[in-house]
């Protein structure tokens, strides 16, 4: 087995989460320069081999004025398909010619809203549109925890990142489960937020069908409570009730309708329903109730989904080639991509249907919680796979029916709405952290945290410490 990749070690960082670096740097304990300083050593050290790192920008950093938030002096990464001013936006393709924008958008002005110190962008699929972060044109990003693994997708690069200890927070976004997913992959807590909870990429709110929700990776519960706390009144939705700090769990015992199989009624891999069954066995006896739970989906979700990503390929592929001009050569975009855009010029009626259907979505979200109070479910439907085997330049059709395979609860959440958080749980035959997922109906991100700081407390999440470790070149 693979040894793992991390930078921990004694350092300005230590082993702090975010929330501990933050109030270590505000009593003077590390200095700004010094933490700034460990960061990038621990980046350099781990890049190599987890190729995590689309843009760096060290030197800014370094030099940056002093922050005020919650993490201030705290160094992250923005995932390389948000706008940060004076950085490249290449969103993980080679389509674009590397240019400076010219404005920070919504999103990345709301994690910078925390207080944290920009050290670059993080990679992902092209254009976020797949479940693994690889490549056609360079190397792909692998799992710290094994690198002959992948580390997810879309936010892949952020989950490496903070998984292998270079930074404590990384932003990332989701659209079909791309925090959940690399949070499950490298033994993060991921949390996809209720629609319209925070600041959504620009025009994202008139689309058919807005699925994308903005958010954070993280190691701890509670870096993940504080960060929505700090910014959730950032450009807050008037229809949403604030979340508010959660600090830690409640005595407030619930009903618990748990999911053993995918939207078409398969079981999951023996492998994470182990883990499932073990995160039950958690929560049944800290006094939950637990029933069992199926999910009711319109038979041809899945169809439509796939329908509606493949508009969405083609949507972003225009608004690029238009918005960039002479940076833009869709001639370089990978067989994926090109394909999913294929299959919407295919059908362009069966998109608007798809689209009206999805729309459809939010009402039979909410009707799961009709008699439970939250959802636990596998984040995937089988453990991460190796490096290449989603790779974006096979066969398209093979490739689909693979992310089909392996995605088989993260969508709902994204069509309905509605909150889903990924939990790490345990360890994998494989040494990959196993994960679980929690969802809950709309609004209700405060039952999802105070679930998550029972379960951590419970059964303390796995470390990438306590494998073998290498920090610098194989």
Known sequence: MSSAVHGFTDDAL????????????????????????????????VDPRLDAVQVRSFERAASAPETAGVFAGV?????????VAGLPSCHGSAAFTPHPVTATSGPAAQFLHSGVVVLGKSTLPEFGLTASTEFVHRPPTRNPWNPEFSAGASSGGSAALVAAGAVPIAHANDGGGSIRIPAAATGLVGLKPTRYRLLDQPGARKLPVHLVAEGVLTRSVRDTAHYLAAVESFGAHPKLAPVGLVEGPSARRLRIGVVTADVFGRPVHPDNRAVLDSAVHVFAGLGHEIVAKRLEVDPRFVDDFKQYWAVMAAAMTLSFR????????????????????????RNPLGS??????????????DRHFADIDVMLSPVLSHPAPRIGELAPDQPFDDLFAKLVDYVGFTPLNNVGGGPGISLP??????????SVQLAAPRGAERTL?????????ASPFPRITDRRADAGAA
């Open 14 to 45: 230590g082993d702090h989460d975010a929330v501990g670096l933050a109030a270590a740097l505000r009593a003077g304990e590390v200095s700004r320069a010094e933490v700034i300083e460990a960061a990038i050593a621990r980046t350099q050290a």
């Open 75 to 83: 160094p992250a990464f923005v995932k390389d398909n948000t706008d």
């Open 322 to 345: 238009l918005g960039h001009r002479g940076r833009f050569d869709a001639r370089k975009l990978d067989p994926f991509t090109t394909g999913l855009i294929g299959m919407a010029k």
């Open 352 to 365: 608007a249907a798809a689209a009206w259907r999805l729309r459809a979505g939010t009402a039979a979200y």
């Open 425 to 434: 749980h345990g360890l994998l035959p494989t040494g990959l952290p196993g």
């Open 449 to 457: 945290l105070d679930l998550a700081y029972q379960l951590e407390a």
